[in-house]
């Protein structure tokens, strides 16, 4: 959105945020703030005309208001209390600096995290959500000699480190307003806007060309900038441009969802699960909008298993002094999978099994992992590798190697609607396609055009993709997930097969003409050129994606950093729209996985509630370095799917949740530096993420082991 030119007039914003948390706001005084030279205006809640939030209950999982502008209590630390206006960002920034608050403070507490809610006994803040299985009260069916295991997972939050930051620009025009807002959900952000300002959703017309970056991170919290700045616009009645920054965005934004998961399990002595217990807690931030508790992460935490009657998985949803959460990269699969996953992991180090026969032992009968599993195995030369590391970290003490193994059964749902437009035109016979869907870098458009071509037998060059917008693309469904892709092609597939139907009794009696002559007989019959159509719930059917990785890793013990020496990955994609495309988007997810599990850490101050590692300096997502040496991705063959739009399978989130074998990769090289090390042999905890200073914590490495020669 930021490439759009200057706009005579223009303004720009940034927010003015609340530096005291679990306080009321008594005054706002921006009086020395205006005086700077420069300095246009400064908003707070009392000049917003309408309603002072920026979402819409009943929604997709949006359950309760959020203030665009703290007007009284404040819930979280940096949360915006106004936006103030200048004629650059620099000097936005410097004046909204100025803007002097007074406080009054409230009693209790201030717990920005889970372990401060925990720690502190604060179970008002806990809320049950989803059961999955009940346990059976026959405990007959637990054999006496079974071994009992039990432990827990911390799975960290994460910034969605997108190269975009949050952007809008609101330009006032005779009937309304436009918007240009980088937004995963035009729908949201519109109704928003509309509902902050007072006016009708016809006065605001949005478009988004594309955006640098999602994850899931401008679905919903896009659009508190964008009422922000469509308020100033409004007032002012001038354009105005809110680019956030980096620090603004990391303070005040919502992240992904922590989780904190308690388990036990029983097993026979080949690792078979008996009974199964898992209580996870995830972290909502300030408000339970958009929890993936209920509908994601229980649901998919049985993964690829063979779950009976006593398997008992339960999700809670905690309250937290930090701005609230949203949808993050597979949000409540990356979870969901992960903890099951690491039990299995845990079963396999406590029975002394291969944690890839203890898979195979829990594995649901007839499923697909079970042919693909061995397979896999084969293929990568997995015994003989693992025989290979285990020697070469006998032989060596500071630099260790390990393998790690995942596997998934991700399951994908469709709701909502994505319109699509098609228009042929009479002048050359080329096509414009509009649609509802939001390109942020997954190749949507791409797949769209080839969609349009392949179904009109045309080259891809005739067609071309408009921008989003909020005509053609009214009411559509948020852009994420990984369904946007396919249900915009299979809308713009309905609408280019409406035109053809109409196109067919001309093509009949012009058997030897070219295209151009055919449309252009259909234009001169007075045939409607033009098409709309929409893919609603129930046009696709559901079914499930399924992978496997083997991550190998080496590890300096001295210093905690590690190198990924190989990665093999196997997913099924069905029968691929774009190869080129849906290899990118793997290896994308897992790379943004391999941050999550190794590098990205965020720690706030837990007396003031305030973010701590808001920039680069301090908050690492992977680099260059981060990337396996040797990456192999392969696309399972002759796979269709006869579920899925022209046989494919989605490919933007699913890999996100193989990258825990980079996890248990580690542990392996982990466990031979322990042992080294004299440590008794015990399970230790590694959560996301594992940073170099937690992998040299856990390394058994102490002082007394070096000596100055």
Not at 570 to 590: M, R
């Amino acid at each position: 959105m930021n490439d759009l030119p200057p706009t005579p007039g223009e303004a720009w914003a940034a927010f003015v945020h609340a530096t005291q948390a679990n306080s009321k706001i008594a005054n706002i005084d921006p009086t020395d703030a205006l005086k700077i030279p420069g300095a246009i205006a400064f908003y707070c809640a009392k000049d917003i005309p309408g309603e002072n939030t920026f979402m819409i209950k009943g929604l997709m999982g949006i359950m309760e208001d959020e203030e665009i502008f703290c007007s009284d209590t404040v819930k979280y630390h940096s949360q915006p209390l106004g936006v103030m206006i200048a004629e650059t960002p620099e000097i936005a920034k410097i004046a909204g600096d100025k803007v002097k608050v007074i406080y009054e403070k409230m009693d209790g507490l201030i717990m920005p995290t889970m372990a401060d809610v925990f720690e502190n006994k604060a179970f008002h803040r806990i809320h049950s959500s989803k059961v999955f299985k009940r346990i059976n009260n026959n405990e007959e069916i637990i054999l006496k000699e079974s071994k009992h295991i039990q432990g827990f997972f911390d799975l960290g939050s994460q910034y969605h480190y997108t190269m975009e930051p949050q952007t809008c620009v609101c330009v006032p025009k005779e009937d309304g307003m436009d918007v240009y807002s980088a937004s995963q959900w035009m729908t949201l952000t519109q109704s928003a806007i509309s509902n902050a300002l007072n006016i009708n959703n016809s006065k605001l017309f949005l478009q988004v060309r594309r955006l640098g970056g999602g994850y899931g991170s401008k679905t919903s919290r896009n659009v508190q900038i964008a009422c922000a700045c469509a308020l100033a616009c409004l007032l002012l009645n001038r354009p105005v441009r809110f680019v956030q920054s980096l620090e603004s965005m990391m303070n005040s934004l919502g992240k992904r969802f922590a989780c904190h998961s308690d388990y036990e399990v029983d097993v026979d002595d080949k690792g078979k699960i008996l009974k199964l217990q898992n209580v996870f807690y995830e972290d909502c931030g300030s408000s339970m909008n958009e929890s993936p508790v209920q509908f994601l992460s229980t649901l998919t935490a049985s993964n690829c298993y063979d779950v009976n009657e006593n398997w008992k998985i339960e999700g809670k949803v905690v309250k937290t002094d930090a701005p609230s959460h949203t949808w993050c990269r597979a949000p409540g699969p990356l979870e969901g999978i992960a903890m099951t996953e690491n039990i299995m992991e845990h079963i396999a180090y406590e029975t002394k099994q291969d944690p890839a026969e203890v898979r195979s032992t829990n594995m649901k009968p007839n499923s697909k992992m079970e042919t693909l599993l061995p397979d896999f195995l084969k293929s990568t030369e997995y015994q003989t590798r693992n025989k290979d590391i285990i020697d070469f970290s006998k032989k060596n003490r500071w630099r260790k190697r390990g393998l790690g193994l995942s596997i998934m059964k991700y399951p994908m749902h469709y709701f909502g609607m994505q319109p699509a437009t098609v228009a042929i035109y009479q002048g050359d016979g080329s096509v414009s396609v509009s649609h509802g869907g939001i390109e942020m870098g997954q190749g949507l458009n791409t797949k769209v055009a080839q969609v349009a071509a392949y179904t009109l037998g045309l080259p891809l060059e005739k067609i071309r993709i408009h921008p989003t917008d909020s005509f053609n693309g009214a009411n559509a469904m948020a852009s994420g997930g990984s369904f946007a892709s396919e249900t915009v092609c299979y809308a713009v597939k309905k609408a280019c097969e409406e035109l053809l139907e109409r196109m067919e009794p001309f093509r009949e009696t012009l058997t030897d003409s070219s295209w151009l002559e055919l449309v252009q007989k259909c234009f001169q019959s007075q045939v409607s050129l033009t098409a709309t159509q929409t893919c609603k719930a129930g046009d696709l059917q559901v079914y499930d994606v399924w992978g496997l990785c083997l991550s190998e890793v080496e590890v300096d013990i001295l210093t905690g950093n590690l190198l990924i020496t190989r990665v093999d990955i196997l997913e099924d994609t069905g029968e691929s729209l774009s190869p080129s495309i849906d290899v990118g988007q793997i290896e994308g997810a897992f790379i943004m996985g391999v941050g999550y599990w190794l590098t990205e850490k965020l720690v706030f101050n837990r007396q003031t509630g305030e973010l701590l590692t808001n920039r680069t300096w301090n908050y690492k997502p992977p680099g260059v370095k981060d990337i396996p040496v040797d990456f192999r991705i392969t696309l399972l063959q002759n796979s269709p799917n006869p579920a899925g739009f022209l046989r494919s399978k989605a490919t933007g989130e699913p890999a996100i949740c193989l990258s825990v074998a980079v996890l248990f990769a580690l542990r392996r090289a982990l466990e031979s530096s322990r042992a080294d090390a004299g440590l008794p042999e015990n399970w230790f905890h590694l959560g996301a993420p594992t940073s170099p200073e937690e992998t040299l914590l856990n390394s058994g490495t102490s002082v007394e082991m070096f000596s100055l020669q």
